[in-house]
């Protein structure tokens, strides 16, 4: 079935859902932007996760466009759905890798039962993936997923995210 897809602007760690989706980097080990605020917010359970699957299957990190679940630990969710997408290099960035972030969190999620997915826009902060871009990636994947999840939220830190996310959504 096809997600609703809805929009919020504000503090992803704030949301209330069966699964808030992490843009985390490679180690699992907490970072800048949304990974260190999910980190923060969670509290030491999600790191501690983390770091089992460092120490188990993910020795080299996760890899780019995959994605794994941990507890949510202080956060209003069930899971947290941790996803590594792509730096936007000069030249360009390979669309496939940030599709691969959307559809892995979704497979993720329905492995998980989740029928409630906030996102944030993945790789737009220090990965530099250009908004519109990134919007057009994220909201195409979403509707041509086929998952059992219900809802879709894409959470967005401001004005200028929110609006490249509600005019691909039309």
Same mark, same amino acid.
């Given at each position: 079935?096809?997600?609703?897809?809805?929009?919020?602007? $504000?503090?992803?760690?704030?949301?209330?859902?069966?699964?808030?989706?992490?843009?985390?980097?490679?180690?699992? +080990? $907490? /970072?800048?932007?949304?990974?260190?605020?999910?980190?923060?917010? /969670?509290?030491?359970?999600?790191?501690?996760?983390?770091?089992?699957?460092?120490?188990?299957?993910?020795?080299?990190?996760?890899?780019?466009?995959?994605?794994?679940?941990?507890?949510?630990?202080?956060?209003?969710?069930?899971?947290?759905?941790?996803?590594?997408?792509?730096?936007?290099?000069? $030249?360009?960035?390979?669309?496939?890798? +940030?599709?691969?972030?959307?559809?892995?969190?979704?497979?993720?999620?329905?492995?998980?039962?989740?029928?409630?997915?906030?996102?944030?826009?993945?790789?737009?902060?220090?990965?530099?993936?250009?908004?519109?871009?990134?919007?057009?990636?994220?909201?195409?994947?979403?509707?041509?997923?086929?998952?059992?999840?219900?809802?879709?939220?894409?959470?967005?830190?401001?004005?200028?995210?929110?609006?490249?996310?509600?005019?691909? +959504?039309?």
């Amino acid at each position: 079935m096809t997600p609703t897809i809805t929009l919020a602007k $504000g503090d992803i760690t704030r949301e209330s859902a069966d699964a808030i989706v992490n843009a985390a980097n490679s180690s699992l +080990l $907490g /970072g800048g932007g949304v990974d260190g605020a999910i980190h923060r917010r /969670g509290g030491p359970a999600i790191l501690e996760e983390c770091r089992k699957l460092r120490a188990s299957q993910y020795g080299k990190g996760l890899p780019t466009g995959q994605a794994v679940a941990t507890t949510a630990g202080e956060l209003d969710a069930r899971w947290v759905i941790h996803t590594v997408g792509p730096v936007w290099q000069v $030249g360009g960035g390979d669309a496939s890798l +940030l599709a691969s972030c959307y559809r892995e969190s979704l497979r993720v999620a329905d492995e998980l039962g989740a029928r409630t997915v906030a996102f944030p826009a993945i790789s737009t902060g220090v990965y530099r993936w250009p908004m519109d871009d990134a919007a057009r990636i994220a909201v195409e994947t979403a509707l041509n997923t086929p998952t059992d999840v219900e809802e879709v939220r894409f959470v967005l830190f401001d004005d200028r995210a929110y609006e490249a996310f509600a005019t691909r +959504l039309g």
